[in-house]
């Protein structure tokens, strides 16, 4: 009996008590958290010792059984703004900020329903990551996934449980670059392994830049096809401009006819539409510095969707406590915490990197890809992003394997949906912005949990297992 008591002892601390967690990263409670039976780690990983070069991350495990959940890594884009600002405490993490930014509320659509997950303010100099070395504000693409391809071997050294365990990689946006990079990276490191390999097993990237070329003169379609701008409008920038040439950081590549043209559609929608979300309300700053100062209610101009979101985030993450809590700000950073960071000094010309040949290797690698779009997202639009995936099955010599049309949560259309070779899928988000799980984050859950359980998208109105 004795022995069979300890059996069960032994068996309880390996399934529910440590597995090589850091104690030292442990997050106890975050000021203003609601209680929840979840761990939480924190805390920084040094990729470069020699030059202090060190990125913060968030981890948070999956709400149930995380020792049977996979890990998904989430990068913002930018490039150079923050994971754990964006993804982790404004999109698809365990918590929202209160409305008077010292506290937080439960999201309960959170992703760590689905896995456990992981947050990198990358590259160095984005948020709390930071190094010695000034040289290394200077960034780009190629030195970006170097250094967390180093970042996901020294983390699962903190975190060995996570070695054999299934691994996604998603982001949004610029990440549209950071995580297809980073998934080659991964893939080169196992093709010269002869001890760990990184189990890859998706990667899903939100309203991504996949092709300059491409992507900007969708934003200008968008524009028209949303009666944002006039007829004359988008004629001239479609006869004016041309995007084939269209670089970063090359105003050469525009002639003064084209950027005219731009100017009078950037006049025609005015200051006061939020370009990321086309159809949501704009916060008046003075309103919610002076509701902060005050300590009330943050005021919500639109019904579901706290439009001060990026004030309350703003002014939590600058609480010493909160910092402490997190572990973050190790070293006394000079600046305040920001969304995205105005030192980081990136290359321009990393931005005109034609992604799908990557894309085109992971998929060859055996890696599902999905490519979701919100469809109010002006800055990437669908419009952009569908034709190029659609360009990349052909290139695959993919059949369409789903056809085109909508797919289904909680009995109404959550988006619309393609497939092609049992490989590649396209999805929109219906109503939601490039920030997909901020503005639907029952739709999003939704499209997440199908995505790492290996589900296609429900193309049915019947309830489905999620509902």
Known sequence: MGRLILWFVVLGFLVLGSYGYPEEDLVVSLPGQPRVGFKQYAG?????????????????EAEADPHLKPLTLWLNGGPGCSSIGGGAFTELGPFYPTGDGRGLQRNSKSWNRASNLLFVESPVGVGWSYSNNTADYTRGDAATAMDMHMFMMKW????????????????????????????????????????????????????????????????????????????EAGLAI?????????????????????????????????????NY???????????????LRLRKLATKISIGVDVCITYERSFYFNLPQVQKAL??????????WSMCSNRLNYDDKDGNINILPLLKRIIENHIPVWIFSGDQDSVVPLLGSRTLVRELAHDLKFNITVPYGAWFHQKQVGGWATEYGNMLTFATVRGAAHMVPYAQPSRALHLFSSFVRGRRLPNKTRPSIDD
């Open 238 to 274: 479609m006869n004016e401009c041309d995007f084939d040439d269209y670089t970063f950081g090359s105003p050469h590549n525009v002639t003064d006819a084209c950027n005219h043209a731009i100017s009078e559609a950037n006049d025609m929608i005015s200051d006061y539409i939020n």
């Open 44 to 60: 920084y990983v040094d990729v470069d010792a020699k030059n202090g070069r060190s990125l913060f991350y968030y981890f948070v």
């Open 327 to 336: 572990h973050a700000n190790r070293t006394s950073l000079p600046y305040r």
């Open 156 to 231: 699962l050294e903190k975190f060995p449980a996570f070695k054999t365990r299934d691994l996604f990689l998603t982001g949004e946006s610029y990440a549209g670059h950071y995580i297809p990079q980073l998934a080659i990276a991964l893939l080169d490191h196992n093709e010269h392994s002869k001890d760990y390999k990184f189990n890859i097993k998706g990667v899903a990237i939100g309203n991504p830049l996949l092709r300059l070329d491409r992507d900007v003169p969708s934003t200008y379609e968008f524009f028209w096809s949303h009666g944002m701008i006039s007829d």
């Open 277 to 291: 979300d086309v159809i949501l309300d704009v916060c008046y700053p003075s309103i919610v510095q002076q509701e």
